[in-house]
């Protein structure tokens, strides 16, 4: 008879206590992020927010996103730097609700990871903490699972789902979209967290490795790429916000590029036209282009080339908006207008020599 050695969920690659470890030193950070709205602290089953904060609304819609950060978590893992994918999370989530005019409220985050280190773990919630502050939205709670055999020692990737709300009436969109209107571009703070499969790709192929310092960059090629995602949302909130602006949509460049994403808010009847002539793509996307022999038309498919979210105002309130995205320390210009159509974005020209 085969005698069988006692078990247990540690020997089975699942620390519990350092999953206990890794929830006290996330909880402060945690903390910075409250708001009024929120009930109990970290650590519960479930995070509580007081909805009677929507009260005050005639008519609220809430708006709901959820993603990850794709394969820039890779970038991270071979550099072991670990505060700055949380900010990409909470831009990529956030910034999709904002399109509709949401404020976000709270978000959730999910970490699954193949063993808890609990000084990563807290360093990946700094970043999100970080990125909750920066669009004023609370962290309410998330899960960190362990998942030996599933992911590597050393591996992890995220998600996060935000909630927002809107006043019906101040919903953005489409339906808002009038011929004439300006396109206003607002700059990336790089690659974002879109494409990094293809760029990966490129690195593997190039030789290239992550800290070789670049010239063109003025830092090493992986601090290049592990930039933060920009988050806009305080941004399009406030232009939402201002009696001086008369904005009708806004547009988040992801995955897809920057015709994509802007025909998602271009009623049938309307197109949009984009001049690239009014801004030149930073260093970086050259660079993956020249390294990876990637044709322009593939990077523009895959990249935001540097223009992260875009915004449709009514074309007397363009100098407006610009204005109020100068004092706020945003670079921003008029990259396009609405005409009659059938519902897609065309960009066109040739980019401005940097």
Known sequence: MTVVSPQSYAAAGVDVGAGERAVELMRDWAGKTRRPEVVG?????????????????????????????????????????????????????????????????????????????????AAIVEGIAK??????????????????????????????????????DDLLGPDNVRVGDAVIAMASSGLHANGYSLVRRVLDRSGWSLDRHVAELGRTLGEEL??????YTPDCLALSRSEAVELHALAHVTGGGLAVNLSRVLPGRLAARVDRASW???????????????????????????????????????????????????????????RSGDGTAAVEGSYRAG
């Not at 509580?48 to 708006?63: E, G, T, V």
């Not at 204005?323 to 396009?336: D, E, Q, Y």
Request: charged share 20%; proline share 6%; aromatic share 4%.
């Open 280 to 338: 030149s793509p930073p260093p970086i996307f050259g660079l993956i282009g020249t390294a990876g022999g990637v044709p322009p038309e593939e990077l523009e498919r895959t990249f935001n080339m540097g223009v992260g979210m875009l915004a449709v105002v009514a074309a007397e309130s363009a100098d407006a908006a610009l204005a109020m995205l100068t004092t706020r320390n945003l670079s921003a210009w008029i990259a396009g207008e609405i």
């Open 41 to 121: 602290d970290l650590g519960g089953f479930a995070g509580l927010f007081d909805a009677s904060a929507l009260r005050k609304y005639r008519r609220p819609l809430l708006a709901t996103s959820t993603d990850g950060v794709g394969t820039k978590v890779l970038i991270a893992q071979r550099m072991g730097v670990h505060d700055t994918i949380g900010l990409d999370l909470v831009g990529m989530v956030v910034d999709d609700v904002v399109v509709c005019g949401a404020e976000p409220l709270f978000l959730t985050d999910y970490i699954a990871c193949g063993r808890v280190v609990p000084d990563r773990i």
């Open 226 to 231: 592990l930039e933060p995602t920009r988050i």
């Open 131 to 168: 990125g909750c502050i920066r669009a004023g939205c609370a962290l309410v709670g998330g899960e960190t699972a362990e998942h030996p055999g599933v992911l590597g020692p050393d591996e992890y990737d995220l998600a996060g789902a935000v909630t927002g709300v809107v006043e019906a």
